[in-house]
């Protein structure tokens, strides 16, 4: 795929991943609390606080698709984060039966932004 042509697909990729962190984290946890929340009993403290950090990541990713060149190192830090995010919760998921919907819900999420903005991004830039 040709620079331009992969640039702006990275573009739409970034406003919609940052679209999703901003706007519809907290809706999935209102309507599919198996697959987005990680305890039982409603909104907690921690959730909020996670909410919050995506969703600030998203404006980020939003103000980061005007030119995402300038803003590789941020578009890395959440490819890399939600790897991460996305690698500890599976195993969490998996060792604990009660959180096995995760493994469709936010864990295929972050992967699938991941692998998406990943493939996407140069890996160097022209000079």
């Known amino acids: 795929m040709q620079q331009a042509v992969r640039l702006r697909w990275l573009r739409i990729a970034l406003i919609v991943v940052g679209a999703i962190a901003l706007f519809a984290f907290y809706p999935l946890t209102i309507f599919w609390p198996a697959g987005f929340v990680w305890h039982h009993g409603g ?3 921690y959730l909020q ?3 919050g950090i995506y969703a600030v ?3 980020f990713l939003i ?3 005007r030119n995402p060149v300038e803003h590789l190192s941020l578009i ?3 490819v890399w984060s939600s790897v991460v995010h996305g690698a500890i919760m599976a195993v969490q998921a998996l060792m604990d039966p ?3 919907a995760h493994l469709y819900g936010d864990v295929p999420l972050l992967f699938v932004a991941a692998i998406v903005i990943a493939w996407l ?4 830039v022209a000079t």
């Open 76 to 78: 890395w830090f959440a």
């Open 57 to 59: 990541l998203g404006v």
């Open 121 to 124: 991004t140069p890996k160097r």
């Open 49 to 51: 606080m996670i909410i």
């Open 63 to 65: 103000l980061a698709a």
């Open 43 to 45: 909104q907690s403290h």
């Open 98 to 100: 009660a959180q096995r």
